[in-house]
T-cell receptor, first 114, second 109 residues
Framework: KAGVTQTPRYLIKTRGQQVTLSCSPISGHRSVSWYQQTPGQGLQFLFEYFSETQRNKGNFPGRFSGRQFSNSRSEMNVSTLELGDSALYLC?????????????FGAGSRLTVL | EDQVTQSPEALRLQEGESSSLNCSYT??????LFWYRQDPGKGPEFLFTLYSAGEEKEKERLKATLTKKESFLHITAPKPEDSATYLCAAQTNTDKLIFGTGTRLQVFP
């Protein structure tokens, strides 16, 4: 059973650029969540999608956006990159959106902004 | 404000030296308390879910417990392969998952 796949694994961008990260969930999982992980702040919730609809959103500026496709694959986009956006971006999937669901995480996309 | 705090930030143990990790939470309507393990360069991996105060779950050398304000992850006779960062997360009644910043555990032979 394939796990959660995130691409690219590593990328380097410069300030002002934009970036798109991709996440393929476990087959059959319809909920996809995104988290930003930094050494100082830990994992911070970005947003969650279920059946192509955003269900929940964290406290991040509008430069951070996402979407989910009909096959449950998801992308997140960060525009006008800032140095502070350097982080590990983790995607997680679960079968459902409600209840105490166990998340299965991907290995992450490590973004460095120069 | 929903908050999850883990302590200590880092813990160094000798192989076989048992200890506990703490997770204190303040959330609106706890739906579940989760423990994850994260190895360097990897995403977090699920360990346990606890739903109500008094509940306990065990897996090999790990045991998780839950009270109304905190959760503990007890590690009995740890081995070097238990070295990792342990994360706890509280799920609120609006289905948001709030993570703590983790405890980095190192077990030396």
């Amino acid at each position: 059973k394939a796990g959660v796949t995130q691409t690219p694994r590593y990328l380097i961008k410069t300030r002002g650029q934009q970036v798109t990260l991709s996440c393929s969930p476990i087959s059959g999982h319809r909920s996809v969540s995104w988290y930003q992980q930094t050494p100082g702040q830990g994992l911070q919730f970005l947003f969650e999608y279920f059946s192509e609809t955003q269900r929940n959103k964290g406290n991040f500026p509008g430069r951070f956006s996402g979407r989910q496709f009909s096959n449950s694959r998801s992308e997140m986009n960060v525009s006008t990159l800032e140095l502070g956006d350097s982080a590990l971006y983790l995607c997680a999937s679960s079968p459902m959106a409600t209840g105490a669901n166990v998340l299965t995480f991907g290995a992450g996309s490590r973004l460095t902004v120069l | 404000e929903d908050q999850v705090t883990q302590s200590p930030e880092a813990l160094r143990l000798q192989e076989g030296e048992s200890s506990s990790l703490n997770c204190s939470y303040t959330v609106s309507g706890l739906r579940g308390l989760f423990w994850y393990r994260q190895d360097p360069g990897k995403g977090p991996e699920f360990l346990f879910t606890l739903y109500s105060a008094g509940e306990e779950k065990e897996k090999e050398r790990l045991k998780a417990t839950l009270t109304k304000k905190e959760s503990f992850l007890h590690i009995t006779a740890p081995k070097p392969e238990d070295s990792a960062t342990y994360l706890c997360a509280a799920q609120t009644n609006t289905d948001k998952l709030i993570f703590g910043t983790g405890t980095r555990l190192q077990v030396f032979p």
